[in-house]
């Protein structure tokens, strides 16, 4: 592995570029090349962009990793979120339900048809991709990872706390859930106040609910100390891949409540390391919330639970492995 050159090419904004660049910094001969995803528009161009002939290995997303494709080096792709399926056809623009059904969906076949090995970051999503692409290849499971000593819950401070924070960490985007908070602020009781990113992509701000408090685009590295900051995660989603907000929270011993769908339930156990929700029902995620707001102890214990079961499951040291496995595998098979 120490001489081998792996190079990850990838548009830069979202989750799976997080997760690759941790990669990187676990593993030797391993160098994320990120690009504008501007560039995906004019995708026929993306070898002049990003050029992978030196490479030993190319590790990066199916959307596009055919035009990064070589016969002389083996491809791994991941699936870190799926959009294909008639499912975000139903919640997409009709742009994106044409780009999905067409371009995407051929490159994406392409893409997997080349590959050496097809991984995803959940069984949601391993189980989704082959069951809609017809695969007959298996999909390897990878867990993401999250750095137990970057994200780790934070001392008290002994002060007593008035307010209860909330948290809603992603971008400000229906598939997040984003449509519902206002009805969810409306309902909890007057100590708790939610307090909400804008994301990677956006710098929206939501209504003027006064429960509802913006704290704009926060830096990765700011992360942990934002989670410091809060008591409760709060994510009514309506799709997630892997979701990392929800492990990172989880790793800051925070509790969860959260939608009951896609990959969640891998990662929240209900009723010990939080709540999981019918999605959209915001009466439900409200009652949830409160009745967390009213308990210090349970909280505590949740969040806990949520510690533990991260540093046992959703370790960066594990997932690094794991990859490294299938890395020496491929190079060598």
């Given amino acids: 592995m120490q001489k081998s050159r792996i190079l990850s090419p990838m548009a830069y904004g979202n989750g799976a570029h997080i997760v690759h660049n941790q990669l990187e910094q676990k593993t030797s001969g391993y160098n994320v090349v990120g690009y504008n995803p501007y560039w995906t528009l004019l995708p026929i161009a993306l070898p002049l962009v990003v050029p992978c002939r030196r490479a030993d290995l190319i590790h990066s997303t199916p959307d596009y990793a055919i035009f990064h494709?070589?016969?002389?080096?083996?491809?791994?792709?991941?699936?870190?979120?799926?959009?294909?399926d008639n499912w975000m056809r139903l919640h997409s623009s009709m742009l994106q339900r044409i780009h999905y059904s067409t371009d995407l969906r051929l490159w994406t076949r392409l893409a997997v048809g080349k590959a050496k090995c097809i991984t995803?970051?959940?069984?949601?999503?391993?189980?989704?991709?082959?069951?809609?692409l017809g695969l007959d290849q298996p999909v390897r499971v990878i867990y993401n990872g999250i750095d137990v000593d970057l994200f780790r819950p934070q001392p008290a401070t002994g002060a007593k706390q008035k307010?209860?924070?909330?948290?809603?960490?992603?971008?400000?985007t229906r598939r997040k859930g984003v449509q519902w908070l206002p009805a969810i602020a409306r309902r909890l009781s007057p100590n708790i106040a939610i307090y909400y990113t804008s994301g990677l992509r956006t710098g929206n701000i939501l209504s003027s609910e006064n429960r509802l408090r913006p704290v704009g685009r926060i830096p990765f590295d700011d992360m942990p100390t934002r989670y410091g900051e809060m008591d409760i995660l709060l994510m009514p989603t309506m799709r997630e891949g892997?979701?990392?907000?929800?492990?990172?929270?989880?790793?800051?011993?925070?509790?969860?409540?959260?939608?009951?769908?896609?990959?969640?339930?891998e990662l929240i156990d209900d009723g010990r390391g939080g709540y999981l929700c019918p999605v959209g029902d915001v009466k439900a995620f409200a009652e949830k919330l409160n009745l967390l707001a009213d308990s210090a102890k349970l909280?505590?214990?949740?969040?806990?639970?949520?510690?533990?079961?991260?540093?046992?499951?959703?370790?960066?040291?594990?997932m690094a492995q794991e990859y490294h496995t299938l890395f020496e595998e491929v190079m060598t098979g």
Avoid: Q, W
């Fill in 69 to 84: 494709h070589s016969k002389k080096i083996p491809l791994i792709v991941t699936f870190h979120n799926y959009l294909l």
């Fill in 120 to 132: 995803a970051v959940s069984h949601f999503l391993a189980d989704l991709a082959k069951k809609d």
């Fill in 163 to 172: 307010k209860i924070r909330v948290f809603f960490s992603g971008n400000l």
């Fill in 242 to 265: 892997f979701g990392l907000a929800v492990a990172e929270a989880m790793a800051c011993g925070l509790p969860v409540v959260a939608s009951a769908c896609s990959a969640i339930p």
């Fill in 299 to 318: 909280r505590k214990e949740m969040g806990e639970y949520n510690r533990a079961k991260v540093e046992k499951m959703f370790t960066l040291d594990r």
